[in-house]
């Protein structure tokens, strides 16, 4: 067996319990043939050659030499993938026989495209092309007018999403349909990951005119016109996807596209997509997780954000295979290729593992022999997935404040709204995502608690779907800035939120090393709120924080705004991140407000803030656990788990059964970086661990048991006690 592979999941008896569930290791088959591929397969492949980043000579003819469609459907197939995503169209070259565009030298007169089509579908494999849309230099040399302009008049090297291009793609596309291809995948739909952001061409300019009467404004003025202006972008980007999927959809109805998407975290308004927008274009939502690129704890983040995107149908993510990037050529241990794969899964997406081959396009043989152990066990467990979600807690997403208060420093949005989850997977809440754009009340009340974090920006139809969640029963926790700006992102003189929160607003505090205090017992009912956090001990709640006059609400805690010495009170210059200590009470750290037949619980500060800063104390985190426990003391589910295990509930109503996810992030600490110190980037999971966990179920159920052999569980009562020994782990309860 490979060292690398550590599960305590004997490989015979992952085959054994595929047979038992009714589905073979490798998922050919396994799901009705009349089912679209994205909707019966599990995992799969995107295999490309890597080099053409850095740019081709063409007379360097070994690149992609070795590039073989035959052999790469070949390896896909034997590993367990169900389909196959194949390098098609990249910056400057195809990888097939076109009329448009060169192909890469090094080919000859092989088709790559071809080959895989033919061997891909012999061996039951779906085979989609991939092709970038951005950056497509070949296309702009022969092309320069479908270039972006910036602001200055400058061109962009990126194409315009409005100009020529569009039938251009088409063009293209139809060659690749003719293939007999499953679908097509096209990425890189942004407008600049890197300034300059936007499009000045005169395609735009007209539009732009056309629509507003006016001139396009030539910076971020962050007013009327340059919210016109967002808009012609997202339209932009949003038209062109969906004359795409249309146009591939009328030559054949059967051939699927998608788009890698992105909308969510870390990018903002500067990439042209917002979540919902352009999540519901092409047949499915396809995006990525990275390690590298958006930290581990991003993974199960994504598969609930693009869930929330698009609610009821497939969602896919995407992995990859290397260390730090896409281009790298290592290969990550089993475990940690586990670790994410299995975490993706649990959340219910379906995975794509992305292998970038070596210069001259050959298959790394040692990668594939982990890739077969990886996706025979996601096959084997292959039942316990897809189930619909337990989720105790709803985080608000705000597109209207990421982009109106982000504005070019999205993270001043992000860092609450990632804070929040962060807390939810430490205390291991069953958390889900709820979208500003297609948030309905009948969504909102799927959830018993739902989080505003920092959501600065609220219309008065939101806000009025926020009270009447509450006043049905509906538990409500705010953060920080909720409710302060207007839809520009200027300061308001009131809060939209007073009746929701029972205060007056005062103002914010222009300081974020903000404090709280516990300086007594609090009213009856009142003191879970501050759970064992010692009293009279002032302790750091990094983030924004609000001054309220409270009316109805009844107050928990003080709010201490940060000690400045004389000199930073004079000095403009001063840095608001060299902290002091803690200072005056300013307001309340706490209100609580009855409202009908539900509760509002607000934070002046910005608990979920500080869990995602780089000054996170556990206290910070522990308020937010507090909060959701003091009003929803005896959820469905209660899990106990070291805080580097995350947690997903599944139920399956079919079965009748609950399905607790259990998923162990292991890895050592890591030494100072030789650059960019003090940051440190994580180590790879090369061990399973072992711990204890407790699950707690308030309704009775009849049965437990654990998939994993090797964990041992005893059961007190509606308690269970658990001790696992690997990365994943499901429990199965029967009621």
Request: hydrophobic residues 40%.
């Amino acid at each position: 067996m490979n060292p690398n592979f550590r599960t305590t999941i004997p490989l015979p008896w992952l085959a054994a319990l595929a047979i038992a569930l009714g589905y073979p290791c490798r998922g050919h088959g396994a799901a009705p043939e009349n089912k679209p591929w994205f909707q019966r397969c599990l995992v799969g492949m995107h295999i490309d050659p890597t080099g053409t980043q850095f740019g081709i000579d063409p007379k360097d003819t070994g690149y992609a030499a070795g590039f073989d469609g035959r052999d790469v459907a070949r390896h896909c197939q034997e590993a367990g993938g169900e389909y196959l995503c194949l390098w098609t169209r990249d910056e400057q070259h195809v990888y097939y026989d076109s009329k448009l565009e060169p192909k890469a030298p090094g080919l000859g007169s092989r088709d790559v495209l071809r080959e895989a089509v033919e061997e891909g579908h012999k061996r039951g494999l779906a085979v989609i092309a991939y092709n970038t849309q951005q950056y497509c230099l070949e296309t702009l040399r022969q092309h320069p007018e479908w270039r972006m302009v910036a602001a200055d008049g400058q061109p962009i090297a990126r194409v315009c999403f409005r100009s020529g291009y569009l039938d251009y793609m088409k063009k293209l596309l139809a060659e690749q349909l003719a293939y007999g291809i499953d679908g097509l995948e096209l990425d890189m739909m942004d407008q600049g990951f890197i300034p300059p952001y936007g499009c000045w061409c005169p395609t735009c300019q007209q539009e732009f005119e056309a629509q507003c009467g006016r001139p396009m404004p030539r910076h971020m003025t962050w007013d009327e016109d340059w919210d016109r202006m967002l808009e012609l972008r997202y339209a932009s980007s949003d038209h062109f996807e969906k004359e795409l999927t249309q146009y591939v959809h009328r030559l054949n109805p059967r051939a699927t596209v998608y788009f890698n998407y992105h909308g969510y975290p870390p990018w903002s308004w500067q990439c042209g997509q917002r979540p919902v927008q352009h999540a519901v274009n092409g047949d499915f939502l396809a995006g990525e997780t990275g390690l590298w690129g958006f930290g581990a704890l991003s993974v199960g983040l994504n598969a609930e954000f693009f869930r929330a995107a698009r609610p009821g149908n497939p969602f896919n993510a995407a992995i990859q295979r290397g260390v730090r990037g896409y281009h790298d050529q290592t290969t990550r241990p089993l475990n940690d290729l586990r670790w994410e794969l299995l975490d993706l899964l649990a959340h219910g997406a379906f995975v794509t593992l992305i292998d970038k081959t070596g210069f001259d396009g050959r298959i790394d043989p040692a990668a594939y022999d982990r890739f077969r152990l990886l996706f025979n066990e996601a096959l084997a467990k292959r039942a316990h997935f897809g189930h619909p979600p337990v989720q105790e807690i709803g985080i608000y997403y705000s597109s209207r404040t990421r982009d109106w208060m982000g504005r070019d420093k999205p993270a001043d949005y992000f860092m609450a709204f990632e804070g929040a989850h962060k807390a939810m997977v430490y205390e291991h809440i069953p958390w889900g995502i709820v979208h500003e754009e297609n948030m309905t009340l009948e969504a909102l009340r799927q959830f018993p608690i739902l989080l505003l974090p920092n959501a600065a920006i609220l219309s008065d139809s939101q806000v009025l779907l926020f009270r009447r969640y509450v006043e049905a029963g509906g538990k409500l926790i705010i953060t920080g800035l909720s409710g302060t700006l207007d839809r520009f992102g200027r300061k308001q003189q009131e809060s939209s939120l007073p009746e929701l929160i029972g205060a007056r607003l005062v103002g914010p505090l222009e300081s974020q090393d903000n404090w709280v205090t516990f300086p007594a017992a609090a009213g009856p009912g009142l003191n879970a709120l501050q759970g064992d956090i010692r009293s009279a001990w002032p302790f750091l709640v990094k983030g924004p924080a609000v001054v309220y006059q409270p009316a109805a609400a009844s107050v928990v805690g003080d709010l201490l705004k940060p000690r400045r010495t004389l000199l930073q009170q004079k000095a403009s210059t001063a840095d608001p991140d060299w902290l002091m200590s803690a200072g005056e009470r300013v307001g309340p750290a706490i209100l609580v407000n009855r409202l009908g037949q539900g509760t509002v619980l607000t934070f002046a500060g910005s608990p979920d803030f500080a869990t995602a800063s780089e000054l996170h104390i556990v206290e910070a985190r522990k308020l937010l656990r507090y909060a959701v426990r003091f009003l929803n003391p005896k959820p469905l589910v209660e899990i106990a788990a070291p805080a580097t295990v995350e947690a997903v509930v599944t139920d399956d109503p079919a079965q009748r059964a609950l399905r607790v996810h259990l998923i162990a992030y292991n890895s050592p600490p890591q030494a100072t970086p030789s650059s960019d110190s003090p940051y440190v980037l994580p180590a790879l999971i090369e061990d399973a661990p072992i711990y204890r966990a407790s699950i707690t179920v308030n309704r009775p159920f009849k049965h437990a048991a654990a998939l994993n052999r090797s964990t041992r569980l005893r059961r007190h009562a509606n308690r269970l006690d658990l001790t696992v020994e690997d990365i994943h782990e499901v429990i199965v309860l029967q009621y």
